[in-house]
């Protein structure tokens, strides 16, 4: 099982930037998928997750700005980032509850996204 993230890179404060997850291997179901992110000398924080009938929670900083969405059918989990701020600059992660015979937790490799004029 592996997941797949992509759309990172550079953009200017008011800027837009689409995340995109996809997991692949030997998937029988997928509960939550998530971003959370990593700015130098932080923590990771979560972003934002959403659950396989579409609900969804928001970190306070990114509420209004951010939305996290799903293909259930592709396995893909999406993330628009609109308003971005140089605040926002951090590698991002996305995350997944997968079923193969039981419930494992799995980390896609990172992508940055660096927000600056």
């Known amino acids: 099982v592996q997941l797949q993230a992509s759309g990172g890179g550079l953009v200017q404060p008011g800027g837009s930037l689409r995340l995109s997850c996809a997991a692949s291997?030997?998937?029988?179901?997928?509960?939550?998928m998530g971003w959370y992110r990593q700015a130098p000398g932080k923590q990771r924080e979560l972003v934002a997750v959403?659950?396989?009938?579409?609900?969804?929670n928001y970190v306070e900083s990114v509420k209004g700005r951010f939305t996290i969405s799903r293909d259930n059918a592709k396995n893909t989990v999406y993330l628009q980032m609109n308003s971005l701020k140089p605040e926002d600059t951090a590698v991002y992660y996305c995350?997944?509850?997968?079923?193969?015979?039981?419930?494992?937790?799995?980390w896609g490799q990172g992508t940055q996204v660096t927000v600056s004029s």
């Open positions: 995350n997944a509850d997968l079923f193969q015979g039981s419930w494992l937790n799995y």
């Open positions: 291997g030997s998937i029988f179901s997928i509960n939550v």
């Open positions: 959403i659950t396989s009938g579409g609900t969804t």
